[in-house]
């Protein structure tokens, strides 16, 4: 399992931890399976329940678009079904995806958010995802994403040049996710002393391990980053060491771009490769298989809530900007990034392994 490689000093009881974590995200999962008489009666359009699942723990980014959604998209399907949230952390919402597609029905009785990196795993050649993003039925996303990479002031970190010299504690929420695998890749293609802290259910156990100077830092989405912490990046308790996103984030003017220091074009490609989730933003998804109508009344669900004014004015005051996809445009993306040059998605796959 790469996630525990180049953790630095401290991997073997890093990885233990996470071990555990991914044991009992596993664990969980048994009482779920064993439901599809349940999850049969509640399909989608039934008036029933829909479940929500959220590939990581309680508190996160994708926490909080997960719920939000939940409590504006039923009215659009047919019964106006209520949806309930359910969370399902492990390996940065791997175990999740792989649920999704083996075990979950497919009446559209289930749908999840999961990291947006998570799609290019089985790509990127890791072992543990046992899903086809390409055959999933992808609903849509609420945004895109600018990520970030942030250090506390207190940290030893002030900016991109220091990490030519100093190491940089780096929390790690699982593999899948840009917090592990941005860390990893810039230090090996770039140069950047990264080290990851591994073991971390979710970024705001991140946002206090840093406070408490466990960690220095965390590459993670903006919009997380202002959420959870919405005076960080004005008060200067954090300084942005760059950004990554098709384009420079109007929130942050001034922050330097990731691509800015790519040395020539093939690290340039390489980076443009690593950073693609971005365009995936908080990626809902369905299981495979899902009948045309079903899959369709879910996107068009999901369409009408990223117009609701009830669900845009709570988006706004939780600083969840919404920038939305259809389900049928973030399927194109993700069949253009599988069609990535081979040797680019070896490079990169090689740099994360």
Not at 153 to 182: F, N, Q
Not at 293 to 320: C, G, H, I, P, Y
Request: charged share 20%; glycine share 10%; proline share 8%.
């Amino acid at each position: 399992m790469y996630a525990f490689l180049n953790l630095g000093n401290g991997a073997s009881s890093q990885a233990a931890k996470y071990a555990a974590l991914l044991a009992l995200s596993l664990a969980s999962l048994m009482p779920i399976a064993s439901l599809p008489a349940q999850a049969q009666d509640n399909a989608a359009g039934s008036g029933k329940q829909v479940r929500m699942v959220i590939g990581f723990g309680p508190g996160g980014g994708y926490d909080r678009w997960g719920r939000n959604l939940a409590r504006f998209m039923g009215k659009y399907l047919p019964g106006s079904p209520t949806i309930v949230p359910q969370n399902m952390p492990g390996a940065g919402s791997i175990v999740a995806l792989n649920w999704l597609s083996s075990v979950a029905p497919k009446d559209g009785s289930v749908m999840a958010i999961v990291a947006r990196d998570a799609p290019l795993a089985p790509l990127s050649g890791m072992g543990q995802a046992r899903f086809d993003p390409l055959k999933m039925s992808w609903i849509g996303t609420p945004t895109k994403e600018t990520n970030v990479c942030i250090v506390h002031k207190d940290s030893p970190i002030k900016s991109v040049a220091d990490l030519s010299k100093t190491e940089a504690l780096m929390g790690d929420t699982g593999p899948g996710t840009g917090t592990h695998t941005y860390p990893i890749v810039l230090r090996d293609l770039l140069g950047f002393k990264f080290r990851l802290i591994a073991g971390y259910p979710s970024s705001t156990d991140v946002f206090i391990a840093m406070e408490r100077g466990e960690t220095h830092g965390i590459c993670e989405s903006l919009d997380s980053v202002t959420g959870k912490k919405p005076t960080w990046i004005s008060d200067k308790t954090v300084t942005v060491l760059f950004q990554a996103g098709d384009k420079p984030d109007p929130k942050i003017p001034g922050v330097p771009s990731i691509y800015d220091f790519a040395r020539n074009e093939e690290e340039r490609k390489s980076l443009r490769f690593l950073y693609a989730g971005q365009g995936i933003g908080r990626p809902f998804v369905a299981p495979p298989g899902l009948p045309a109508d079903v899959l369709k009344s879910l996107r068009d669900a999901f369409n009408m809530t990223m117009k609701d004014k009830e669900f845009r004015s709570e988006s706004a005051k939780q600083q969840l900007d919404i920038d939305p996809e259809t389900g049928e445009e973030l399927e194109r993306l993700i069949r253009e990034i599988y069609a990535t040059p081979k040797d680019i998605v070896d490079k990169v796959s090689a740099l994360i392994k």
